[in-house]
């Protein structure tokens, strides 16, 4: 949510959905809670990423923990273990993971979005 990829891969932003992303960040920031924000966007008749008008706190947390609102990328977050089944697992310290800072466009500021893990953390 909030970003499409152009014809080359890169991550480019998508105005509209941006705005809902920053939207959310401004609000959690302000002290809104996961249920408020939902109810907020669902009376505003905003799309989530499935582009259905329906919000549930998990996506709320799932945006607010996203690096790449801030333009970061973290490689490795799930990895394939056994590559006859192509499962992928969770990455929980089984290979080192890697954190691309500026990667791509931010949609919301550092500052913002430290602020959100500062809270998220009290």
């Known amino acids: 949510m909030g970003y499409d990829k152009s014809n080359d891969g890169n991550l480019i932003i998508n105005d509209e959905e941006a705005s809902t992303v920053r939207m959310i960040f401004n609000m959690y920031v302000a002290g809104s809670s996961y249920k ?3 109810k907020i966007l669902t ?3 905003l799309r989530n ?3 259905e008008i329906k919000w549930i706190p998990s996506s709320i947390k799932n945006i607010l923990e996203n690096e790449k609102y801030v333009g970061d990328l ?6 394939v273990l056994d590559y ?3 499962k992928s697992v969770v ?3 089984i290979v080192p993971k890697y954190h691309i800072m ?3 466009p931010p949609i919301v500021s550092r500052e913002l979005f430290k602020l959100a893990q500062v809270r998220k953390t009290n």
């Open 36 to 38: 408020d924000i939902c």
């Open 43 to 45: 009376e505003e008749n």
């Open 49 to 51: 990423g499935r582009g």
């Open 74 to 79: 973290i490689l490795q977050k799930r990895v």
């Open 84 to 86: 006859l089944t192509h």
């Open 91 to 93: 990455n929980d310290n």
């Open 102 to 104: 500026n990667n791509h």
